[in-house]
């Protein structure tokens, strides 16, 4: 059996969900029940057959609605892996740090060409550090405490989790300087992330070696789970660029948050709309269970 659930805090309507059953059935899907987790906010309908079949016919097919399709064996997690930066906070620290140095622009285009998988993440990630070379160390906590805001959700969705057994990483191609007390203030059980060069008081212009990146996010996920005897099916991936595709295609169910479009076309589930709580709804767990 399969679960389609349908977010839209605030928005969503029983027309919406008729017409949603409607399309199962007509894709072949055979739904079954149909039911609230939080009535106007989301929704679960069971079916059959053909999840790939019901992801085309439900995902965009409603104006600011998101759509989660997965089985419903191991649908709530116990092992959550995450992004940080555009993920778990709504910035992305180079780039912000970048500004205090008169770059963000150029920064922040390869930022964004890196997130897009246009580029290598390690050669971008060493070039974008080499142009911080001599900024004041002190304008990390300066960017931290100015900058850095948590994605709406975060802390709920880690927080509650926990609550119910299960283990978190953060883990980043960002910075410690910003992964340690994001993670701490989140509630994440272990923070990964790369480090920073520092000298004299000042950024030397190199991340000390081996970068956190891709292959680092996929280990991480696939160490952990080993480490806690979770089924494939236990774990959940989150995040936005090029460099958690590997990490969202290995997990039970792997989610494109406000994704660049490489990952968004990959994931098995996107959320475009929601904040970071939708990634309990998708798990079955209604508001009543979280921890606020």
């Known amino acids: 059996m399969f679960t389609?659930?349908?977010?839209?805090?605030?928005?969503?309507?029983?027309?919406?969900?008729?017409?949603?059953?409607?399309?199962?059935?007509?894709?072949?899907?055979?739904?079954?029940?149909?039911?609230?987790?939080?009535?106007?906010?989301?929704?679960?309908?069971?079916?059959?057959?053909?999840?790939?079949?019901?992801?085309?016919?439900?995902?965009?097919?409603?104006?600011?609605?998101?759509?989660?399709?997965?089985?419903?064996?191991?649908?709530?997690?116990?092992?959550?892996?995450?992004d940080m930066d555009s993920t778990m906070i709504t910035v992305?620290?180079?780039?912000?740090?970048?500004?205090?140095?008169?770059?963000?622009?150029?920064?922040?285009?390869?930022?964004?060409?890196?997130?897009?998988g246009e580029l290598d993440f390690a050669g971008a990630l060493d070039a974008r550090v080499a142009l911080l070379k001599g900024l004041e160390a002190s304008a990390i906590d300066r960017c931290r405490a100015e900058r850095v805001t948590l994605m709406p959700g975060a802390?709920?969705?880690?927080?509650?989790?926990?609550?119910?057994?299960?283990a978190s990483v953060l883990v980043s191609g960002g910075f410690t300087a910003f992964a340690e007390p994001v993670g701490k203030e989140i509630g994440f059980d272990r923070v990964i992330a790369n480090r920073l060069d520092i000298v004299d008081a000042a950024l030397a212009g190199t991340v000390a070696k081996p970068i956190v990146d891709a292959a680092t996010k996929l280990e991480t996920l696939r160490g952990v789970r080993a480490e806690l005897g979770l089924a494939d099916e236990a774990t959940l991936a989150v995040g936005d660029?090029?460099?958690?595709?590997?990490?969202?295609?290995e997990a039970g169910l792997g989610v494109a948050y406000r994704a660049k479009p490489v990952v968004a076309a990959a994931a098995m589930a996107r959320i475009d709309h929601g904040d970071l709580t939708a990634l309990l709804w998708a798990q079955g767990i209604a508001r009543a269970d979280w921890v606020e």
Not at 40 to 64: Q, S
Not at 97 to 104: N, S, W
Not at 155 to 166: D, F, I, N
């Open 241 to 249: 660029g090029a460099n958690d595709l590997a990490m969202i295609g």
């Open 155 to 166: 802390r709920t969705l880690v927080q509650t989790m926990r609550a119910r057994g299960a």
């Open 4 to 82: 389609a659930t349908l977010i839209a805090a605030g928005r969503l309507t029983p027309t919406i969900l008729a017409e949603a059953n409607d399309r199962l059935a007509a894709a072949g899907c055979v739904p079954t029940t149909l039911g609230w987790l939080d009535e106007g906010d989301a929704a679960d309908i069971h079916f059959g057959l053909a999840a790939a079949d019901a992801r085309t016919a439900l995902e965009g097919g409603f104006e600011g609605v998101d759509v989660v399709v997965q089985s419903m064996t191991g649908r709530e997690k116990k092992l959550l892996v995450a």
């Open 92 to 116: 992305e620290c180079i780039d912000e740090l970048a500004d205090y140095a008169g770059l963000k622009p150029k920064i922040a285009a390869i930022t964004e060409a890196a997130m897009r």
